[in-house]
């Protein structure tokens, strides 16, 4: 079943920490751009291991705050990342990420599963590194 993450850093992760957080696990993964830079695709040859999309600004903290069930500080980014299944590779690779941009893990869901609320939280792009 499909997995979700959603990480907290208090800078943009940029596709650079990506591949290194890849890299960091198995240096044969492959990487790919999604959605005209939007994005990181990181790959065996088997398929997709994780998507990372590219991070958002936290506009209102305490919204964010409420929204993820988990308190988000002024000034924090937020990056949400795909895998296709439970694979321990994905995992492997968040953890590295979340390691190496000093972040934080704040929802690992199932789509379908619970969630703290239905709508985003007050996010932009500005300012954000590629």
């Given at each position: ?28 993964l492959g ?61 492997a690779v ?37």
């Amino acid at each position: 079943m499909p997995r979700e993450y959603t990480v907290v850093t208090p800078e943009p992760v940029t596709a650079v920490d990506g591949a290194r957080a890849a890299a960091e696990i198995d240096p044969y993964l492959g990487l790919g751009k999604l959605w005209n830079g939007g994005g990181l695709q990181i790959a065996t040859d088997d398929g997709l291991v994780l998507a990372i999309v590219r991070s958002t600004y936290v506009e209102d903290p305490a919204d964010a705050s409420v929204l993820l069930g988990v308190d988000v500080e002024a000034g924090s980014w937020l990056t949400e990342a795909y895998a296709p299944g439970t694979d321990p590779v994905s995992d492997a690779v968040v953890q590295a990420l979340v390691r190496n941009t000093g972040g934080r893990v704040v929802v690992e869901a199932v789509p379908g599963g619970p969630r703290p609320a239905t709508a985003a939280p007050a996010t932009t792009d500005k300012g954000a590194r590629s």
